[in-house]
């Protein structure tokens, strides 16, 4: 899977089950009308339920100098969970999750299914409010690494 090259995210939630949040590039838009999205998290980590516990999340998407955010919460350095949301400026939307400041997007959403499908969980939820924040080049994973898609606006 690491031959599939996507955007990077970070998605993260908060609420009674505890703030959480995870790297991730399995991630699709389902619909436009309502705006509906999924997502995908490994199931082998008890901590990955507090997405659907607290029924909320967010996903943040993350620009080309953001990778030191998206390496602290994919688990490089072994960074407390607290010590990861300290890199990067956050805040909350509607739903209390937490939005990174200067994400290239953010999407706040309820969630509204959830799938166990093999070794994963496929989170699905509406989006009840965003933000615009970052202006840079989207971040990129691809062959195990971080990149910046390289190439010119307008160009198939």
């Given at each position: 899977?690491?031959?599939?090259?996507?955007?990077?995210?970070?998605?993260?939630?908060?609420?009674?089950?505890?703030?959480?949040?995870?790297?991730?590039?399995?991630?699709?838009?389902?619909?436009?009308?309502?705006?509906?999205?999924?997502?995908?998290?490994?199931?082998?980590?008890?901590?990955?339920?507090?997405?659907?516990?607290?029924?909320?999340?967010?996903?943040?998407?993350?620009?080309?100098?953001?990778?030191?955010?998206?390496?602290?919460?994919?688990?490089?350095?072994q960074?407390?969970?607290?010590?990861?949301?300290?890199v990067?400026?956050?805040?909350?939307?509607?739903?209390?999750?937490?939005?990174?400041?200067?994400?290239?997007?953010?999407?706040?959403?309820?969630?509204?299914?959830?799938?166990?499908?093999?070794?994963?969980?496929?989170i699905?939820?509406?989006?009840?409010?965003?933000?615009?924040?970052?202006?840079?080049?989207?971040?990129?994973?691809?062959?195990?690494?971080?990149?910046?898609?390289?190439?010119?606006?307008?160009e198939?």
């Amino acid at each position: 899977m690491a031959r599939f090259a996507g955007a990077v995210h970070v998605v993260t939630t908060d609420g009674k089950a505890g703030r959480r949040g995870v790297t991730a590039t399995a991630v699709t838009s389902v619909s436009d009308s309502p705006p509906l999205l999924l997502f995908c998290l490994n199931r082998n980590r008890e901590e990955n339920r507090w997405f659907i516990e607290n029924g909320v999340f967010a996903l943040n998407t993350l620009c080309v100098d953001q990778s030191e955010i998206a390496r602290a919460f994919a688990g490089e350095g072994q960074l407390s969970m607290d010590e990861r949301f300290r890199v990067g400026a956050w805040q909350q939307l509607k739903t209390g999750a937490p939005v990174l400041g200067g994400a290239r997007m953010s999407l706040d959403c309820v969630v509204t299914d959830v799938q166990a499908i093999a070794t994963h969980y496929v989170i699905f939820g509406r989006v009840v409010d965003f933000a615009r924040d970052g202006h840079g080049d989207a971040l990129i994973y691809l062959d195990r690494d971080y990149r910046k898609l390289e190439g010119e606006r307008g160009e198939s």
